[in-house]
């Protein structure tokens, strides 16, 4: 099993910024590949950003150029930077791991309002 803690939604202005973070814990393989994905009210749960343990990294064309991913190895967590957030990007997010096996985090809500 894999454990994921989110944390770091909350409400923003448009054109702020907020920084998610994910913790892993548990059986976590050496080669995965983590991710964000998330889900607005009456909408499919869609890819925002994956990294790979190798940092290679894949974004959603709506979010390239604002939102930057990343991840600490050593504590086996990933961030992802948003920028310049717009109301379209309300939405929870999602952490997932994926190795052979799959693993969702709890999701935190990311409200951009004025």
């Known amino acids: 099993q894999v454990q994921l803690v989110e944390s770091g939604g909350g409400l923003v202005q448009p054109g702020g910024s907020l920084r998610l973070s994910c913790a892993a814990s548990g059986n976590i393989v050496s080669i995965n590949t983590m991710g964000w994905y998330r889900q607005a009210p009456g909408k499919e749960r869609e890819l925002v950003a994956t990294?790979?343990?190798?940092?290679?990294?894949k974004y959603a064309d709506s979010v390239k150029g604002r939102f930057t991913i990343s991840r600490d190895a050593a504590k086996n967590t990933v961030y992802l930077q948003m920028s310049s957030l717009k109301p379209e990007d309300t939405a929870v997010y999602y952490c997932?791991?994926?190795?052979?096996?799959?693993?969702w985090g709890q999701g935190t809500q990311v409200t951009v309002s004025s």
């Open positions: 997932k791991y994926s190795d052979y096996r799959s693993y």
């Open positions: 990294i790979t343990s190798l940092s290679y990294t």
